[in-house]
């Protein structure tokens, strides 16, 4: 039996293992996929669908989408673009994001998502939603004004740590990130050196004394947008 | 031919995007020789003479008056370019809008921790602009063209839009020159 299968994305012909999920096939071949949600060393869930593509002609999260012979995928497509840049637009009315003062700003992927769509504006009107900040950790803080429920400080805590310090609670707009203590994070058994406090995308769950240490044009995606590495290492 | 005319104005903001128009260095020189500007902070007039090409602006509505400014430039400008994220997304201003106006004012004149006002006055002179219940993006008011965000926007950013949209031609902006903060 042979271990290795053929596909294509985007028209471009690719090999990849059975027991891949596309995403993880295609940035292996070099063809970026966008995505939020997603982690490395994070099990897949397919929450925040940047990365949905056509597979076969049927939209599906390309991170828990296994690969097939002969699967035909489509991903830099007109449709699918304006598919991305609609959740992009949705998760920073959906939230309070004021990148000009936050720690995270030329780091965090979702602004780093924006740019490489090239947003200059979201379309749809801001919500400004009331939500509240946690600092009574003395080594982490969330602020939830930030959160975009991706989910992986939820899954590091529980399935790399062991832990499972965060959750989510309430549903629809009401959702968010609840932490098992009452009376706050710092309550729980989370240290600043736990994996959870180190995988949020955005400037939700960040270490404290860590902000603004790089200087503005050092940081991540100041010159290169996100997804450069993973094309540049297709090209080689 | 007259040189096409350009207006701005800071609205709910820190006049950071002027600082920043102004930043462009000697392209000033060339700037004026492109156009001439019509209200503006910049040459200090205070109401438009005629139709401009371009109006620039700065921040976001947090008062009435703020509204009758936009509302005017949107009247008098061609295009209208909502500058900066305060324009575009309220800003620092729009963190206000998760707190009620009232708790706002009550913060501000009454209980703040530095606070002297013995009579306890909230500010409601006839004079003062009526604070809006919360500060409204740009194009939440009336239609905005062109978007450009940043905190400031960089010199450039705002050279290259200029330029693009005095030639007539589209606002095409590579990947360093939109930036949020």
């Avoid at chain 1, 939230?95 to 504006?121: D, P, V, W």
Wanted: one cysteine or more; hydrophobic letters at 35%.
């Amino acid at each position: 039996m042979s271990t290795t299968i053929k596909m294509t994305i985007d028209g471009k012909e690719i090999q990849a293992h059975p027991d891949q999920t596309i995403l993880q096939a295609a940035d292996a071949a070099g063809v970026y996929i966008p995505r939020l949600c997603n982690m490395k060393e994070l099990i897949p869930h397919g929450s925040c669908r940047v990365c949905t593509v056509r597979c076969n002609g049927r939209p599906q999260a390309a991170c828990i989408q296994p690969v097939a012979d002969g699967m035909v995928v489509e991903s830099n497509t007109p449709e699918l673009t304006e598919h991305r840049r609609a959740i992009i637009d949705m998760l920073f009315v959906e939230g309070n994001h004021y990148c000009m003062f936050c720690e995270k700003s030329g780091n965090c992927e979702l602004q780093a998502m924006a740019y490489r769509l090239g947003i200059a504006t979201p379309r749809y009107p801001y919500q400004f939603p009331h939500r509240q900040v946690d600092a009574t950790h003395p080594d982490v803080l969330i602020d939830r004004n930030r959160c975009i429920l991706c989910g992986r400080c939820v899954s590091a805590s529980r399935d790399v740590d062991g832990k499972s310090v965060f959750e989510f609670v309430g549903r629809n707009s009401h959702k968010r990130v609840a932490v098992n203590a009452e009376s706050g994070l710092g309550a729980t058994a989370l240290t600043g050196a736990d994996r959870a406090a180190g995988v949020c995308p955005v400037g939700s769950i960040i270490r404290k004394r860590t902000a603004y240490a790089q200087p503005i044009g050092q940081r991540k995606y100041d010159h290169q947008p996100i997804g450069s590495d993973i094309e540049a290492a297709g090209q080689k | 031919m007259a040189k096409p005319k350009v207006a701005t104005a800071s609205l709910a903001g820190c006049f950071g995007c002027h600082m920043s128009l102004l930043d462009i260095d000697d392209r000033i020189l060339k700037l004026i020789d492109l156009v001439d500007f019509d209200k503006s902070p910049v040459d200090d007039i205070k109401e438009f003479t005629g139709p401009c090409r371009i109006g620039i602006i700065e921040g976001g509505c947090c008062n009435e008056e703020n509204v009758r400014v936009l509302r005017d430039f949107r009247k008098h400008c061609d295009i209208l370019i909502a500058c900066g994220d305060c324009a575009t997304m309220g800003g620092i201003p729009a963190m206000r809008n998760t707190i009620p106006l009232k708790e706002c004012l009550d913060e501000a004149y009454l209980n703040g921790p530095t606070v002297y006002n013995p009579q306890k006055i909230l500010p409601n002179d006839k004079e003062l602009p009526l604070l809006l219940n919360r500060v409204y993006p740009c194009q939440e008011v009336v239609k905005i063209d062109y978007f450009l965000p940043g905190c400031p926007p960089s010199a450039d950013t705002l050279w290259q839009a200029l330029v693009a949209l005095l030639g007539d031609k589209p606002v095409e902006l590579p990947y360093e020159l939109i930036k949020y903060d």
